[in-house]
């Protein structure tokens, strides 16, 4: 089934320069698997398309079930140079859990 | 050796809840407070401040906060650890003297870390053959050189450190890593050694974990935004320091906030990037081996943390002028909203061309519709209200000026239904550029000056 990565993710993000970083953590730890398998760096400069202007660079940090995500100018030049509201940043976390993916059922809450 | 040390955040950034470190002391035991003032731009307003008056270039609301702050440090014997020294610690430092010393606090030993500003010594570095390459594009910095506003290289624990080592209670420095602050203090107290890497690189996860402040104590938090409680006095995060370099993340009882595994989670990503590769003045650190447990109500065990030798260089923070922004808006309300704005937009740009004026970018985003997410976020039909947001970046200030009046007069000559312009025209701002670098440690000497108030 597909469901939107708010519901098996929480995610933070902030700027270093032009560049974007959005850190995406499973809600629980058998999330991280799905995550890994479904949110590849390619998805997600898709999902991002003209917003991202650079390259899409992906880690994994299994140890506390998360992938972190550099989007390479991202911010209209970063710093006091960018004209944009969201100048660091900061809300590009949510952005990314709008995206869509497939999971196993299973792997869902009735309730969720 | 003390079997743990409380080290509590006292600011994320300058301009921080200001009575939050007031309630770090006051509010429970804690040994050190840390409170981080500096960003890039902040350096190059200081320059400024200092080019101007000579005793000036620190942050100036540390005094009146420290007539406060002082009298409990003293009572509590709590050390305190930060950078409000901007580019003149020195100057700071002797401020905060005359202050205790008209608290009659004699005997108390205020430090001034400094020999972070290379302003004044960077042609001699240029001359030398230190190019100072921009870490992003590879650029020479003397590309930029006239321009240059500041320029800091970022030292590490080391200053901090030796001012512990001499008794200071007060240290203030320069330019100095958020983690630095706090990896000094368990170095000072435990007894670490300057080559026992995953200590140090613990230390470095406990600085990265306080210097955002309440980001780690439910401040920000997207997972469970709604459970914290009391955010209206939210506790700031304090790190419980153990001699074996585990860490347990909590905060004051009698403050609101929440301390879990996933606000945790959440400052560890903040601003990250390779997570094997955290590099520090002190150490190189891997967040891929930091380990989490939840021990009981707000208490987060951080274990396992592994690290690397640190480089043989100093990241440096340069700042230099880069022209101009400025950015105007708007609200167009229902109905139609987003075709006015759109409107407005196109009128803008029109006269932008009919006046003749030039910019490196022309910016426009619609706030209410998809400023913040963009195209990932699904059009929505007819909102209550958008606002019209353009902004225009480019070296002619001239032409800035003449953008930054043409904002309002769309009220009474463009689409209707418009708002929002209280604030008059829009104001014209420096852009001050960042001017990432690298430089070789032995380039550098650190400064440490330790007084006694009398």
């Known amino acids: 089934m597909k469901i939107q990565l708010i519901k098996i993710a929480h995610a933070r993000s902030g700027d270093k320069g032009d560049t974007a970083n959005i850190g995406l953590i499973a809600l629980r730890p058998e999330y991280y698997e799905v995550l890994k398998e479904q949110v590849t760096a390619e998805k997600v400069k898709k999902h991002f398309g003209n917003m991202v202007k650079g390259e899409v660079v992906r880690y994994e940090m299994p140890n506390i079930g998360a992938l972190n995500f550099l989007l390479h100018n991202i911010l209209g030049g970063g710093g006091t140079m960018t004209l944009k509201h969201d100048a660091q940043g900061k809300t590009l976390s949510t952005a990314l859990l709008r995206m869509e993916i497939e999971i196993n059922p299973v792997l869902i809450d009735k309730d969720s | 050796m003390k079997k743990c040390i409380r080290i509590a ?69 709590v050390t305190l650890i930060t950078n409000a020294g901007g580019v003149n610690p020195v100057g700071c430092m002797i401020a905060v003297r005359e202050m205790a010393e008209k608290m009659g606090l004699s005997g108390l030993k205020i430090a001034a870390v400094y020999g972070d500003d290379i302003l004044s010594q960077l042609d001699t570095l240029l001359h030398s053959g230190n190019a100072l390459k921009n870490m992003d594009t590879g650029e020479p910095l003397q590309k930029v050189r006239s321009r240059v506003s500041s320029a800091n290289v970022y030292f590490g624990a080391i200053p901090v450190l030796e001012a512990l080592q001499r008794g200071a209670q007060i240290i203030i420095t320069g330019r100095v890593t958020d983690t630095g602050i706090t990896l000094a203090p368990m170095i000072h107290e435990f007894g670490w050694s300057l080559d026992q890497w995953d200590l140090l690189a613990a230390g470095v996860i406990g600085g990265h974990i306080l210097e955002c402040g309440a980001q780690a104590s439910g401040g920000n938090f997207l997972a469970g935004w709604k459970d914290v409680p009391n955010m209206e006095r939210i506790g700031f995060p304090i790190v419980e320091a153990y001699p074996d370099g585990h860490l347990i993340v909590t905060k004051h009882e009698t403050l609101g906030g929440l301390v879990n595994e996933q606000t945790i989670k959440e400052q560890l990503v903040y601003e990250l990037g390779d997570p094997r590769q955290y590099i520090t003045p002190d150490v190189t650190v891997d967040f891929t081996s930091i380990l989490l447990q939840q021990e009981g109500e707000n208490r987060v065990r951080v274990y396992g943390v592994k690290g690397s030798p640190a480089t043989d260089l100093y990241k440096v923070s340069i700042s230099y002028s880069d022209g101009y922004t400025c950015v105007g808006h708007l609200t167009y309300a229902w109905p139609e909203a987003l075709p006015k704005a ?82 008059g025209r829009p104001r014209v701002r420096e852009v001050i550029a960042y001017w990432p670098a690298l430089l070789s440690k032995e380039m550098v000497t650190h400064k440490l000056l330790v007084i006694e108030v009398i």
């Open chain 2, 342 to 423: 759109q409107k407005a937009d196109e009128i803008i740009r029109k006269r932008i061309q009919y006046l003749g004026l030039e910019f490196d970018e022309i910016y426009t985003e619609f706030l209410g519709y998809n400023a913040c997410h963009g195209e990932t976020a699904p059009p929505i039909s007819n909102p209550n209200e958008v606002i019209f947001q353009i902004g225009v970046r480019g070296h002619n200030e001239k032409a800035l000026r003449l953008f930054a009046n043409e904002i309002v007069p769309l009220v009474l000559t463009g689409p209707p239904t418009v708002t929002g312009f209280g604030g």
């Open chain 2, 9 to 77: 955040s006292g600011q994320g950034y300058w301009g921080d809840r200001f009575d939050a470190p007031i309630d770090q002391v006051k509010e429970g035991p804690i040994d050190y407070l840390v409170m981080d003032y500096l960003a890039e731009v902040t350096m190059s307003i200081m320059q400024k401040q200092k080019a101007r008056d000579p005793n000036a270039g620190y942050a100036r609301d540390f005094i009146p906060l420290m007539r406060q702050l002082l009298p409990l440090l003293v009572e509590k014997r």
